[in-house]
């Protein structure tokens, strides 16, 4: 269980590597998502379902679906 706990620990800090040191917007904006996501499953690991489930919902749900339709509504990427 620890092991899992560290490996997934591992991939949210590699993925918030990446949305800082990225330079294309729109893979930055998905690779947050992909943060977001391993904190939610820490924090099932810690036995924190309902902060779990409102991670997904609002953080990777609702928020960063404004951020990946502004970032391509106003073209950023090009």
Do not use: H, Q
């Not at 939610?40 to 409102?54: G, I, K, N, R, S």
């Amino acid at each position: 269980m620890a092991t899992l706990f560290y490996f997934i620990g591992f991939l949210a800090i590699i993925s918030a590597l990446f949305v800082v040191l990225n330079r294309n917007p729109v893979y930055s904006a998905m690779m947050l998502v992909f943060c977001f996501f391993s904190l939610a499953a820490l924090y099932v690991l810690l036995e924190a379902y309902f902060v779990a489930v409102l991670e997904i919902i609002v953080y990777a749900g609702a928020i960063m679906v404004l951020f990946l339709f502004f970032i391509m509504l106003i073209n950023v990427g090009n």
